[in-house]
């Protein structure tokens, strides 16, 4: 199996940036599609962000279009979320996962998740 680790996140502003990290070990992570997801306080874990396996095929909801990319670096089994323009309701903790398929937004589709990572963004 692939193990998942996620880091990066952090107390910030609204309108600062952060950048999330999810580091695999164990497996290729070209092999995954991986995806990102939050759960707020007191709220259901959500889709964020998703990308194929080769990272030509992203995936944002409508949340956070336009101000959060997904990428990835197969080289260095990393994924990537850059977080801009944070608003207040940003605020969960962050998930990555992985999934067999090439590429999905849907959470019973992902298979192996990492610990997840607090972002808080005060106003």
């Known amino acids: 199996q692939v193990q998942l680790v996620e880091s990066g996140g952090g107390s910030v502003q609204a309108g600062g940036s952060l950048r999330l990290s999810c580091a695999a070990s164990?497996?290729?992570?070209?092999?995954?599609?991986v995806g990102w997801f939050r759960q707020a306080p007191g709220k259901e874990r959500e889709f964020v962000a998703s990308?194929?396996?080769?990272?030509?095929?992203?995936y944002t909801a409508r949340s956070v279009k336009g101000r959060f990319t997904i990428s990835r670096d197969n080289a260095k089994n990393t994924v990537f979320l850059q977080m801009n323009s944070l608003k207040p309701e940003d605020t969960a903790v962050y998930y990555c996962?992985?999934?067999?398929?090439?590429?999905?937004?849907?959470?019973?589709?992902?298979?192996?998740w990492g610990q997840g990572t607090q972002v808080t963004v005060s106003s």
């Open positions: 996962a992985a999934t067999g398929r090439d590429v999905s937004w849907r959470e019973y589709e992902y298979s192996y």
């Open positions: 164990g497996r290729t992570l070209s092999n995954y599609g």
């Open positions: 990308i194929s396996r080769n990272g030509g095929d992203t």
